[in-house]
């Protein structure tokens, strides 16, 4: 019988695997809350001066956290109040988002 030589993957190399999927997510959803969100919720997701004269939301407070994924999809896609909507992202640079919005809790 042939033996057949497989590709040795160690517990480090599975873990490495692991974990570097939520970082891929939040670093895309960090790039793109700079880009897109930062002016209104601030760098830290506080609220800039601006943000906070139109009513924009503090992401660390525990009103935010709560919220679902879903509602923070939803609110991401279709907007809300003053908030634009931007249904051109794609369902994983939203997904990025939330991850990264989930990150700023107090």
Request: net charge positive; glycine share 8%; proline share 5%.
């Amino acid at each position: 019988m042939k033996k057949i030589s497989l590709p040795v993957f160690t517990f480090a190399t599975a873990l490495a695997v692991v974990l570097s999927l939520p970082l891929s997510a939040h670093a895309q959803g960090a790039d793109l809350f700079k880009a897109k969100c930062a002016a209104c919720h601030g760098a830290d997701g506080t609220g800039s001066a601006m943000g906070k004269k139109m009513g924009a939301h503090d992401f660390t407070t525990a009103d935010v956290q709560k919220m679902s994924d879903a509602e923070l999809t939803d609110v991401i896609t279709n907007g809300k109040n003053k908030m634009p909507k931007y249904p051109t992202l794609k369902p994983e640079e939203v997904k990025g988002l939330v991850t990264y919005i989930r990150s700023l809790k107090k």
